[in-house]
């Protein structure tokens, strides 16, 4: 009898613990229940409510950047000779003269552009250029043309992609040994939306006082023909990169001769709106293609140049493949390519390599030189390629070496998978 008595007990303890955990399970629930409904009240009344306005954009200026730029030690007659020879052209030499005798930092702008792999044009002489005229005292800024990019419709118009190529660019300089202490870079898109106001009067102003055949007229700096079918963004292009000489403050334009017409643009705008000091214009050598008949390089045609990143081997086929007539100096882009790249950084002379049957190896400490004895023949295309090739292969070197390694090597295989577009 005990015993029932206690087996009915356990089974009512057991029926009671059952009771109370489906009750504390009950609980749990409708109190999930009501939390849920109580965040979904919340939620609905927080999207009834007005949405804040976005912070805007704080976009970065260095366009008035703060430094002690670097003043030159050279005498006014060296400096006018160090920036008088960037040049194939100058307007105006005495113009010049006066504005180094003024200013110890006359402001050189350049823009580019960042539309490709860099080709040793834009990379070895455009560095070259830039540390004859900082030497001289000069502040260089480039202006990172990304706007201008999309304008021309580089890189399919995605700017995210084009200002991926302009840290390229600038990546590249730096390897190739640009002395930076005078060097400003400018991104164009940070700068002018940084300046607005000041920047787009300046373009409408360019656009109110010329007419469309004269604006037109400069759309060859973008590489297109005045007969080609432009986009209205593109006639936009030539008014932005005249008003750019005076967003900059430039002193000095220093672009290719490819970009005359912009520049001799600004000039004609300072008469229009009397601006006394008009911006003295430097433009230099445009690099030879390495085919027959090509004025200069071209991206689109990777045989046609020499690239920054390219191997040695590389080199090597594109330089034996090129150009060369024998006797000929003019027009030859080899001779081109030893004037304005290897003699400029091989002061202490350059050495042509030949057998000893034709005369053995000779030193040249000028081109001038060069170029005399390869007018008579004394120098043959087969001793003046291999000279080249070894030349610019010492040059490329610490290029290939910085991206060769980290975040620079990831950086030239995005590039390298984009397609160029013209």
Known sequence: MAQASSSVKAEIASKVEAAKASVEATVEVAKAKVEAAVEETKAKVEAGKPKAAPEPRVYESKLNEVREWKKSTLTLEERFEICRSVGEECIKDEELRALLEKKDHPICYDGFEPSGRMHIAQGILRMINVNRLTSAGCIFRFWVADWFALLNNKMGGDLKKIRKVGQYLIEIWKAAGMNMENVQFLWASDEINAHADEYWTRVIDVARRFNIARIQRCCTIMGRKEADDMSAAQL???????????????????????????????????????????????????????????????????????????????????IKKAYCPPGQVNDNPILDYMKHIVFPLFTKGVVVKRKEEFGGDKTYMTFDELAADYLTEAIHPGDLKPTLTDYLNQILEPVRQHFSQGEPKKLLAEIKKYKITR
């Open 236 to 318: 936009m292009y030539p008014c932005m990169q005249c008003a750019d000489v005076f967003f900059l403050k430039a002193d000095i334009c220093q672009l290719g001769l490819d970009q005359r017409k912009v520049n001799m643009l600004a000039r004609e705008y300072c008469d229009e709106v009397k601006i006394k000091h008009k911006p003295v214009i430097i433009s230099h050598h445009m690099l030879m293609g390495l085919k027959q008949g090509q004025e200069k390089m071209s991206k689109s045609d990777p045989d046609s140049a020499i690239f920054m990143e390219d191997t040695a081997s590389d080199v090597s086929r594109k």
